[in-house]
């Protein structure tokens, strides 16, 4: 069933206007794929008839644009992303970790995204790693995945890492301390993060 409203009909109706207000900020390649968006499953992509050997009854089926940013066509290549990820999880605790940059930074990343987002992660899975192997917080290797946002729930900028970690422990018995130990406080990652402050 198709939701009242999709991206693709925000982008119909304002596109035009806020692209106007934005020309110049936006890279062709934004522009590429609010295109494909507005004109996914539409005619101007072509289509295909479906039609039903029992009844005959027959309906238009439009193409998918196969844009990767795409919430219509990729709904089911997200989901599958996601269920391989769940499969990769292993019966451990998970901590959800968030590294953000400084606003002075985060203005500066929007036009040095590999320079400034690949030292946000370099300095993230150091000071994790750093910080999970010093005895006085967990004492042990860690696995990470880092994932980059670079936009808000308000749709503004905003740069920062999410990392949902895991560890595995020796003995059960010990979990309930290393839980206490395990997720590092503010104190403990603030020089760390001094470094990326200081650039």
Not at 11 to 24: E, L, M
Not at 27 to 32: E, F, H, I, M, V
Not at 48 to 53: A, M, P, S
Not at 105 to 121: C, D, E, M, P, R
Request: glycine residues 6%; proline residues 5%; charged residues 20%.
């Amino acid at each position: 069933m198709r939701p009242a409203l999709e991206v693709a009909d925000i982008f119909r109706g304002a596109g035009p206007a806020w692209r106007d207000a934005q020309r110049g900020h936006l890279s062709r390649a934004q522009l590429k794929v609010m295109s494909a968006i507005e004109t996914c499953r539409c005619a101007a992509l072509g289509g295909h008839v479906l039609r039903c050997d029992g009844c005959g009854t027959a309906a238009i089926a439009y193409n998918s644009c196969r844009n990767r940013h795409c919430p219509k066509c990729q709904a089911s290549a997200a989901q599958r992303w996601l269920e391989a990820r769940q499969a990769d999880l292993l019966p451990v605790e998970y901590y959800h970790v968030v590294f953000t940059l400084p606003a002075p930074l985060a203005a500066l990343a929007t036009s040095n995204k590999a320079v400034i987002y690949g030292l946000l992660f370099e300095v993230a899975a150091a000071t994790l790693l750093t910080i999970a192997a010093d005895p006085r917080h967990l004492g042990a290797r860690i696995g990470a995945t880092l994932v980059l946002h670079t936009w808000g729930s308000a749709l503004k900028h905003h740069s920062a890492l999410r990392e949902p970690l895991k560890y595995l422990s020796d003995a059960r018995q010990q979990q309930a301390e290393e839980h206490q130990r395990a997720v590092p406080n503010r104190q403990a990652i603030a020089p760390k993060v001094g470094l990326v402050r200081a650039l």
